[in-house]
RNA sequence: GGAGAGAUGGCCGAGUUGGCUGAAGGCGCUCGCCUGCUAAGCGAGUUAGGGGGGAAACUUCCUACGAGGGUUCGAAUCCCUCUCUCUCCGCCA
């Protein structure tokens, strides 16, 4: 959510943004409401200082025993008037907060303008993109040679979008797990963090997955509770309506969780293999920041996800989102996007994201510097350290030999227990 | 699921015969003083959100004692509903 005063005096860069991010969204109501609001507050307020004006003047006057009913009947209609006064303020602010709700956040200024992935500029590009002297297959036919995924039974089990991993599988998916959160919390000084894996509707509100969002995500029935879509939701979510104290900032958080997504409007899209699931696992991290470093720590957060490519040694690059590929609640985006040899392609894994204060403003993230008065909002920022199945994804397609075999990268192979191939004969065991 | 107790400021904790209590007291924190370090001591300050005025410092008003509603001229204090926390019993991984 943007800063109403903010909104009030930039409605005019307002509209330009908006289109920068291909919003069809009409903000010229907003100026009536805002007016039309502070016209009924003002007038409220003025009928509630006389009440609290007269009111201490019964109670002297009662003090002191004197007659106070003639000022009591009068101060009757004031009291009614404010009460209606009362329960006609909220449509005003609720329609305006409404509004102010799906307004997206403000690009960072070295944010390109364009109008899809197309446009997003690449910063930079690591690794060989090796020749294989074989023809690559797609991950999800190495991954069913070998036994160690299973598509068609997961659709009996829970339908299309889902995956069954097995024995290798399985313990590659689990030793990603445990090497990302260990790169991160011993050498990148995250705190591990084990969220639920559900959450209040407040808690979507404040990260802005609600209102605007909600066919994305899964509903418990009867319960004010959805599953999460990714972890910066309950993780963000922590410090929601707090003060946190200067000194603590910057704060960094890394989490491991399942994630749920609905992917509606995405029929047809990567319906085979892993790349595009209704649940899914990611490491995620998030920081909250003090304002002025909330960019130097999206450079080193980015850079935290990109190590985890680096020990892998999977070749990727980084984009950087384009206005109109930047997401609702993102200030700047950077993606790594790791490259899929079996697909011929380069294929997000991550999305490292400063949302500079339009999360904190929703969640009342704040925090108090020492020696200075007031608050002030903190900055959020989070990314993936990374997508696992898309990590599993790109290992499979990377690693695959010509007998259908996969080589288990250098850097994995103690986490899976020293196995350092998976061919079909070992994975019966 | 049954029976109780509770929810107050950054924290602890008063206040529940309704009326200068935005909130005692303490801790913490900030600034100043004092003491040749440290500790202790003294003085002052220290909630947040919003509206108006001001370039700003600041100032003025409104709101908020878990949330929402009600009673009343007036509610932290009385009534109702909800949420959450804790204790005991039952059930259960």
């Known amino acids: 959510m943007l800063d109403l005063k903010f909104v009030r005096s930039n409605l ?14 009409d903000v010229s109501r907003f100026e009536d409401l805002d007016q039309e609001r502070r016209k009924r507050l003002t007038v409220l307020e003025e009928l509630r200082h006389r009440r609290n004006h007269v009111t201490d003047k019964i109670a002297a006057m009662k003090k002191r025993g004197e007659d106070a009913s003639a000022v009591i009947s009068e101060m009757k209609e004031v009291s009614s008037s404010i009460k209606e006064r009362e329960k006609e303020l909220p449509r005003f602010v609720e329609e305006l907060n409404e509004l102010l709700m799906v307004i997206p956040n403000m690009p960072h200024e070295s944010v390109v303008v364009g109008k899809d992935e197309e446009d997003n500029p690449v910063i930079r590009t690591w690794g060989e993109i090796g020749k294989m002297d074989f023809e690559p297959l797609p991950h999800w036919e190495i991954g069913e ?19 069954i991993y097995r024995g ?68 963000t979510n922590i410090h929601r309506e707090e003060i946190l104290s200067g000194e603590e900032l910057p704060v960094y958080y890394v989490a491991y969780t399942p994630c749920f997504r609905s992917e509606a409007g995405s029929y047809g899209k990567d319906t085979r293999g892993l790349i595009r699931q209704h649940q899914f696992n990611k490491v995620e991290l998030v920081k909250f920041t003090r304002p002025e470093e909330s960019y130097d720590e999206l450079e080193k957060l980015t850079l935290n996800a990109e190590e985890i490519l680096k020990r892998l040694e999977l070749p990727y690059r980084m984009v950087s ?10 200030a700047k985006t950077y993606d790594l996007e790791v490259w899929l040899p079996g697909q011929n392609l380069y294929r997000e894994i991550s999305s490292c994201s400063n949302f500079e204060a339009f999360q904190a403003r929703r969640a009342e993230i704040r925090f108090k510097g020492k020696g200075t008065r007031g608050t002030e909002l903190v900055h959020t920022l989070n990314g993936s350290g990374l997508a696992v199945g898309r990590t599993v994804v790109a290992i499979l397609e990377n690693y695959q030999q010509a007998d259908g075999s996969v080589v288990i990268p250098e850097s994995l192979k103690s986490y899976m227990g020293g196995v350092d191939l998976i061919s079909s004969v070992k994975n019966e065991k």
């Open 12 to 25: 005019d860069s307002i509209r330009a943004m908006l289109k920068n991010r291909q919003y069809d969204l």
């Open 145 to 163: 040679n070998l036994g160690i995924l299973d598509f068609a039974r997961a659709s009996r089990l829970a339908g299309s979008r889902f995956a």
């Open 168 to 235: 290798l599988g399985a313990r590659l998916e689990r030793a990603l797990i445990n090497f990302m959160l260990d790169i991160h919390t011993k050498e990148h000084g995250y705190t591990e963090i084990l969220p639920p894996f559900m959450v209040n509707s407040a808690s979507m509100t404040g990260t802005g997955q609600l209102p605007k969002f909600e066919e994305d995500l899964f509903k418990i029935k009867g319960w004010d509770l959805y599953l999460i879509p990714t972890a910066e939701v309950p993780v």
């Open 321 to 330: 989102l384009c206005t109109g590929d930047l997401g609702f609640s993102a």
